[in-house]
């Protein structure tokens, strides 16, 4: 082989490459982007018109404004390439570039990669803070979760579901993984045999703990917040005692164990800042953010400053399982309930409605027949000939928790399918509002008949007060679309949940079992991982200021800086307040960071007094947030 | 539970039973099986006065001062709700991934 001269211009390489190929007649093929003899090319220019007006440029698109320029893009001849880029205007041409399957539409879509966020702070990409996942498969070995020396970045992993060995199981069950047996086992040629434990193919908390905090040493492509330390909790359900073959759907963890796994990950990080992310729920419940978990929840939340809980709204949006309505004084309100032929499980339905109001309860079987009335503060029983209950309605007064009433009607397996009807007369109305929600259940999801109110499909654990709710959009189009699947508030009480919403249809991250593979997921558990990063580096940007930051204003920053789709002027009721904006979240931070700095002038105090210093609070408004406007451009 | 309904089999007939305790908060799943005394249900406890630990139970987490996650038999469940300071009992429910 023979080097020969060609040639040598400032151009991008790949750019010399293709015209050279071209001086020899090469012709790239035709795709749906471009004609034969095209390329497709990203330019930044002195100015649009300046593109505009080159003749060999076809489908001009102005993306960007930037300090010089204008990044564009078109279709240019490759015998053109060079002339092209002589010209007096284009400051840079560079070939369009394949998309490879990675995180990238995420972190690129939220302004979190490493060239977004300001310096220093894009140095800190969460270090400093605990990032726990609460979730089912952690792949331990991928390489996106070890560090440089092949170490694993996880500071442990409890298996919920796991053996107890020795005293060490947190609250006496479970597996308990320290670092180090977790880098003993990597040592191994097969470490999931040395640790006892697969993730499973494809499993689902490897793919959402790469997006909250992968490093990108197997995929490429990082994470949003590349350099935070991992926790881990395989949750598991306990032995629920309707949790047999015959629960509706299938239980994957429970709600105690729940708050249990979020008591170990805070205490694990002990003093310093946690997010965690939770993707886990079902339809039922008060929807208000009374029920126990969630009141948990957000006691762990207030415990301490610099810590977040961050949970998936829910893909329930298009299930059809909320209705909604008022029952006036003395009227009459059929709720229908829809179970098809084919439907063999059990089913559940929930019916809130105002402690100041007082129904009648009616259900009527598919027949047409009645098959009782419930009135409130009673319960009913249906049974077959064999005496097994075939219907148990329940009309309680006054729920413990938010003194509300409430209707449950459970459906065995047994029970007649078809529509049934439960009839609401209002016999003392003060507000006639009514909720009701069909549980989830995977196997047969039953659902009201159309036309359906999808308003209201926030999960069960998706209404707290200090939780962060997170809806789902596709970042791989410019218009940014909601996932049709993406749940609906506003919680039951007309507070708006989700707050913002995040990149999670179609997104390519980690693959269990693979060692540096990615797969592809849809879901608002792909949306949680995204802002639970993007708290990350606001933990992370704070601390290394030496800031504490409330659960207050973690929130307010968020919300405050995320950015409104085509011209909205408030909340939505999927996409939240908006998409989320990590740099503008972190500034945020960082003003405060620089504002406290200066309020100490030149004598400042040690950072550890400083945390404890009043601080004026995040601005409040969404014009106040000075990134908003950087945003929308 | 039961068969599906065979041709001819009537229709469901609601008979009353006496409501469940106030401060229970089950799923209603779980209200149609009842709570059996000598089973062990996992718990979470809403309490009236901050760190109060109600007797019988073997209590495993606490997440802030007034709930608390425990372990009790269905005796002691129904015991529980007789006390003054429980402000309410939620029985462990499953949780689903959300996908």
């Not at chain 1, 434990?197 to 905090?213: E, L, S």
């Not at chain 1, 015959?246 to 709600?255: E, H, I, L, N, T």
Request: glycine share 10%; with cysteine.
């Amino acid at each position: 082989m023979k080097l020969e001269n060609v040639p040598s211009t400032s151009m991008d390489p790949r750019l010399q490459c293709l015209a050279d190929r071209s001086r020899r007649g090469f012709r790239p093929a035709a795709t749906a982007a471009k004609d034969r003899g095209e390329i497709a090319v990203i330019a930044r220019v002195k100015d649009f018109a300046s593109w505009q007006a080159m003749t060999e440029v076809r489908t001009h698109q102005p993306i960007a404004t930037v300090a010089d320029g204008v990044i564009v893009t078109g279709r240019i001849p490759i015998s053109r390439v060079e002339a092209v880029r002589a010209a007096a205007g284009v400051l840079s041409l560079k070939p369009a570039q394949p998309v490879r399957p990675t995180l990238e539409a995420t972190v690129r879509e939220i302004r979190a990669r490493k060239q977004d966020l300001p310096q220093p702070l894009a140095g800190a990409a969460g270090k400093g803070v605990v990032v726990g996942i609460v979730d089912f498969g952690c792949d331990f070995a991928h390489r996106n979760f070890r560090n440089a020396d092949g170490s694993t970045r996880l500071l442990a992993f409890w298996n919920q579901g796991g053996t107890a060995e020795g005293p060490g199981s947190p609250f006496g069950y479970g597996r308990l993984y320290e670092k180090a047996e977790i880098d003993a086992a990597l040592g191994k040629k097969d470490p999931y045999e040395a640790f006892g434990y697969r993730p499973g193919p494809a499993a689902h908390g490897t793919h959402v703990m790469d997006i909250a905090a992968g490093n990108g040493r197997g995929t490429g492509v990082p994470g949003v917040a590349p350099a935070a330390d991992l926790v881990f909790v395989q949750i598991a359900a306990d032995d629920v005692p309707w949790s047999g073959p015959d629960v509706v759907g299938r239980a994957f963890g429970d709600s105690v164990q729940l708050l249990e796994a979020l008591r170990f990950i805070f205490d694990r990080a002990g003093s310093r800042p946690c997010v965690i992310n939770i993707s886990l729920g079902t339809n039922g419940g008060p929807h208000d953010g009374t029920s126990l978990v969630e009141q948990g929840i957000d006691a762990l939340v207030a415990e301490k400053p610099n810590r977040a809980v961050v949970i998936a709204a829910s893909n329930s949006f298009a299930d059809g399982i909320h209705a909604a309505g008022t029952v006036a004084a003395g009227g009459q309100v059929d709720v229908r309930w829809e179970v098809a032929a084919a439907d063999s499980t059990e089913n559940e339905m929930e019916i809130w409605y105002s402690k100041d109001d007082e129904f009648g309860l009616e259900i009527i079987d598919p027949s047409g027949a009645s098959a009782g009335s419930v009135a409130l503060g009673q319960s009913a029983r249906a049974r077959d000939a064999q005496g097994q209950t075939q219907l148990f309605a329940a009309h309680r007064k006054a729920d413990p928790n938010n003194g509300d009433n409430v209707i449950g009607i459970f459906l065995a397996e047994g029970a007649p399918r078809g529509v049934w009807t439960l009839r609401l007369t209002g016999r003392t109305v003060v507000s006639g509002a009514y909720h009701a929600w069909i549980e989830r259940d995977d196997d047969g999801q039953s659902s009201f008949p159309a036309p359906q109110d999808n308003s209201h499909t926030l999960g069960s654990i998706s209404c707290g007060k200090e939780s962060i709710v997170v809806g789902s959009y596709d970042a791989h189009r410019s218009d940014t679309p909601l996932s049709w699947f993406s749940s609906a508030g506003p919680t039951r009480d007309g507070r708006h949940k989700p707050e913002v919403s995040a990149p999670g249809h179609d997104v390519w991250a980690a693959l269990s079992e693979s060692g540096d593979g990615s797969t592809r997921m849809s879901g608002t558990s792909m949306a949680s991982p995204a802002t639970t990063g993007t708290v990350a580096l606001m933990l992370s940007a704070a601390h290394a200021g030496g800031l504490s930051l409330s659960i207050a204003q973690i929130r307010t920053a968020l919300a405050t800086t995320a950015r409104r789709m085509g011209g909205a002027v408030a909340w939505d009721a999927r996409y939240g307040e908006g998409r989320i904006d990590a740099l503008g979240a972190v500034q945020v931070v960082s003003q405060q960071v620089a504002a406290i700095a200066a309020l100490a002038g030149p004598a400042a105090p040690p950072v550890l007094e400083r945390r404890r210093t009043p601080r004026a609070p995040v601005a409040r408004g969404r014009a106040a947030a000075p990134a908003r406007a950087a945003a929308k451009r | 539970m039961s068969q599906k309904r065979s041709k001819g089999e009537p229709p469901p007939k609601l008979s009353l039973e006496s409501a469940g305790d106030g401060k229970m908060d089950l799923p209603v799943s779980g209200q149609a099986r009842g709570l059996d005394d000598h089973r062990r249900y996992v718990v979470a406890i809403k309490v009236a006065r901050p760190g109060y630990e109600p007797p019988g139970i073997t209590v495993r987490a606490r997440a802030g001062a007034s709930v608390l996650t425990a372990e009790a038999s269905g005796a002691a469940l129904k015991e529980l709700a007789e006390d003054p300071l429980v402000v309410s009992i939620s029985v462990s429910r499953p949780l689903p991934l959300i996908k």
